[in-house]
């Protein structure tokens, strides 16, 4: 099974290639430069068995370019099927828009329309999901999601104007995807409104706020009262990556007898964990889902290395014992730990949760694209 992806690098697509990845599903990507090119439009749905319409525009210089973009890449994309004589099964991510008129909405029904009857025509099966407000790790500010936008403001010391009685309805881009690798496995013809979490802009601003000034001010792991706080906690700690926020220094207090750090403060559950490694040993090389996780070095020195999943580009940072810092590991992001010292590594691992094996959350995937991960299990 060969899923295409087209908006493949965008939010959506991202977090989508991601899932398809844990679901152990082979992707190919459609970007812009595959629909500027109808040869490599053509290669594109001949090598794919079901494609996922993710690609859209929903912002330019007028009105008329946003219901054309959007119109004109599902035209492109049943043209290329029509011209190769592939026609596969397609899902297509709509939006709530679509139901509530404007320009934008007009224009994703639109091309929902165009895609619906040519597939219906050709008796092969095709998926409209509508979509609310998608919220996820590493969006892009003042473009993805408001959500993302509050996110990336708290993390550079900015307070946002705030239409605190609007309302956003808010979905996980996660969850979006779980969908999609379910229709996937099981294809069939269905519009389906997907719901999501319902509050008011104030509201989202206040518990990212809330989550904030917890998590860096007073440096504690807030108490979630749902999965929805926690996914939006997760999207907080996606952003304050940007603004150099880790390594972040700890406090050593230290006299005659020794030395004290605190770890981790939580308002809510948590595990902490210790582990040794001898010299030149590798742990990690893998990432998780939702779990929420913190490496601190307390004996001897380490690098310690992320990835952000279906990227190249490797996040690299020394750390040792007589200055200990720590480090928070953002879902979807591929993760390991190296002694480089001459002597025993000591490495403290905090968990937001309770390890459970039978639900570990962890997925084998090297820091390095080209290397084999390394032994797993390693932040336990």
């Not at 297509?92 to 639109?110: I, R």
């Not at 010299?279 to 998780?288: A, E, K, N, Y």
């Not at 929420?292 to 580009?313: K, M, N, P, Q």
Request: glycine share 8%.
């Amino acid at each position: 099974m060969i899923v295409g992806v087209t908006g493949a690098n965008g939010f959506l697509g991202w977090h989508l290639r991601c899932r398809l990845l844990i679901g152990g599903v082979q992707t190919i990507s459609a970007t812009r430069q595959t629909f500027a090119s109808p040869e490599m439009l053509d290669q594109f749905v001949r090598s794919a068995d079901v494609i996922v319409h993710a690609a859209g525009v929903n912002r330019a210089n007028s009105e008329a370019e946003v219901v054309d973009g959007n119109k004109n890449l599902a035209a492109d994309l049943v043209a290329a099927m029509k011209r190769t004589e592939s026609v596969v099964p397609v899902i297509y991510t709509n939006s709530v828009k679509s139901e509530e008129g404007g320009v934008y909405g007009q224009a994703k029904q639109a091309a929902s329309d165009l895609l619906r009857q040519f597939l219906t025509a050709a008796q092969t099966p095709f998926a409209d999901l509508v979509l609310p407000h998608l919220i996820g790790e590493f969006g892009q500010p003042f473009y993805n999601s408001a959500v993302t936008t509050f996110a990336h403001q708290l993390a550079i010391g900015q307070s946002p104007s705030v239409n605190g009685s609007a309302e956003l309805e808010l979905l996980h881009a996660q969850d979006v995807s779980g969908e999609i690798l379910d229709l996937v496995n099981g294809f069939a013809s269905v519009r389906r409104r997907i719901p999501g979490r319902k509050i008011l802009v104030g509201e989202a601003w206040d518990l990212l706020e809330h989550q904030h000034r917890r998590y860096v001010t007073e440096q504690t792991i807030p108490a979630f009262a749902s999965r929805f706080e926690q996914l939006m906690f997760n999207v907080l700690r996606s952003q304050l990556y940007v603004g150099g926020h880790y390594p972040r220094k700890i406090t050593r207090h230290e006299d005659a007898r020794g030395a004290f750090s605190e770890l981790c403060r939580a308002d809510g559950l948590g595990q902490t964990s210790i582990s040794t490694s001898a010299p030149g040993v590798t742990r990690g090389d893998h990432f998780h889902l939702e779990k929420i996780e913190r490496f601190v070095v307390v004996g001897g020195s380490a690098r310690i290395r992320l990835r952000r999943l279906l990227t190249d580009e490797v996040q690299s940072f020394d750390v040792n014992a007589n200055s200990p810092a720590l480090i928070d590991m953002p879902p979807l992001v591929t993760h390991n730990i190296t002694n480089i010292g001459d002597g025993t590594l000591t490495t403290m691992f905090w968990a937001g949760d309770h390890f459970d094996p039978a639900v570990p959350d962890t997925y084998p995937e090297a820091v390095s694209p080209t290397a084999e991960p390394a032994q797993s299990g390693a932040s336990r």
